[in-house]
């Protein structure tokens, strides 16, 4: 039997022609009054899938959520869950349930009887909801605070029940509306591991909303990059970070370096930009550009080299600098450089050596040099 960590490397139902989708948004458009949230947009999820909507406020992220829930009707345009089409059908009859950012808990109820509150409402015999109620407590281990108030309850527990009354009814899709936003940052980091594995080991498809990149790129399977109510692009955290498919991905997705110029080469899988930064760069590429026309090219902090020297490779990619900045975070140190060109472009380090000097001084003359494979050419 695979286990559950190898389970979700081979998971990828989106590049098999013949899977079908579990979710599928058709052409939904969602507005209010002159305001368009959701515009015209298609993506389809796959069963067992964790699925992250990313985005800025206002993308339609959280408003496409809503309609999955059904307490938002689209303008136009159909969902359809499980061969199912969601229209006119109440949130309550939906095979979906919903934790909200507040976690949204009854004050004046103890943990049990928030968890068993939906099924009490379904009308579940008493003893099938003190076998659930105790199923959801020991899944989220909080046997203990069976008994106590949501007063009495840290951030990170109040979250462990909002999660179990939310599966609590075997929901076929769980939706979590920014569900770790309220939690501090070390909790959160750990929380994010939890919910992967418990969206493993209950084989449940989990639709997350976030405006959090780290978390997106932690937890998902797949991130549908959000903008301006549309998809910019949809692919696993991987794909996203490393082949953004458009100048925004790219800039929306982590740091970034943007260079920009003219094409004065292409061919053999190169392409060679004279930048407007006052150097030429070569990069390695399938896509086919015009000599002479305009390009952009991106680049990671962690893919450029910092150095005293010009590199030894004459053909390396290099730019000369003088360090403008430096920030040590203890795993590892960031260095802003500036170019002649007065473009500050950012550069990390792995601080894989102990060591309490930085290896550069602020205003020291550096090299800046990176591989031809190790940035991407923009598409826009």
Not at 134 to 152: C, D, G, H, I, S
Request: charged fraction near 20%.
């Amino acid at each position: 039997m695979k286990s559950l960590g190898n389970i979700r490397r081979s998971f990828a139902p989106w590049a098999d022609p013949s899977a079908k989708p579990f979710i599928s948004v058709r052409n939904v458009t969602k507005k209010f009054g002159n305001f368009t949230a959701v515009d015209n947009l298609s993506l389809d999820i796959y069963v067992r899938e964790f699925f992250a909507l990313l985005g800025a406020s206002g993308c339609g992220k959280s408003t496409l959520l809503r309609m999955l829930a059904g307490f938002e009707q689209p303008t136009s345009g159909e969902i359809i869950l499980d061969g199912q089409d969601l229209a006119g059908i109440p949130p309550y009859r939906r095979p979906v349930n919903m934790m909200f950012q507040s976690y949204a808990l009854f004050p004046h109820m103890s943990v049990e009887k928030n968890i068993a509150f939906g099924l009490r409402q379904d009308g579940m015999a008493k003893n099938e909801i003190a076998d659930r109620v105790a199923q959801m407590l020991k899944m989220v281990k909080l046997e203990q605070f069976a008994t106590r108030k949501p007063n009495q309850l840290s951030g990170g527990q109040r979250q462990r029940v909002a999660l179990a009354r939310s599966l609590a009814k075997q929901p076929k899709v769980l939706l979590l509306d920014e569900p770790l936003g309220a939690l501090d940052k070390k909790l959160r980091e750990e929380t994010q591991f939890e919910l992967m594995d418990l969206q493993q080991s209950l084989g449940l498809t989990f639709v997350v909303v976030t405006h959090d990149q780290e978390e997106a790129m932690t937890m998902a399977d797949r991130i549908a990059v959000m903008s301006h109510g549309r998809v910019a692009q949809v692919a696993t955290p991987a794909e996203i970070y490393e082949a953004p498919n458009s100048r925004f991905v790219a800039d929306f997705i982590g740091d970034v370096n943007i260079f920009d110029g003219n094409v004065v080469a292409a061919g053999s899988g190169i392409v060679e930009i004279a930048v407007d930064s006052g150097f030429t760069l070569r990069t390695a590429t399938s896509d086919t550009r015009q000599q002479g026309s305009r390009a952009g090219f991106a680049i990671r902090p962690e893919k450029l080299r910092v150095t005293a020297s010009a590199p030894a490779n004459a053909s390396a990619n290099a730019v000369e600098g003088e360090i403008w900045d430096i920030a040590y975070l203890g795993d590892m140190t960031v260095f802003h450089v500036k170019l002649k060109s007065g473009q500050v472009v950012k550069a990390s380090s792995l601080n894989a050596v102990r060591a309490v000097e930085d290896p550069f001084a602020y205003d020291q003359q550096v090299w800046v040099s990176f591989d031809d494979n190790a940035g991407v050419l923009l598409k826009d």
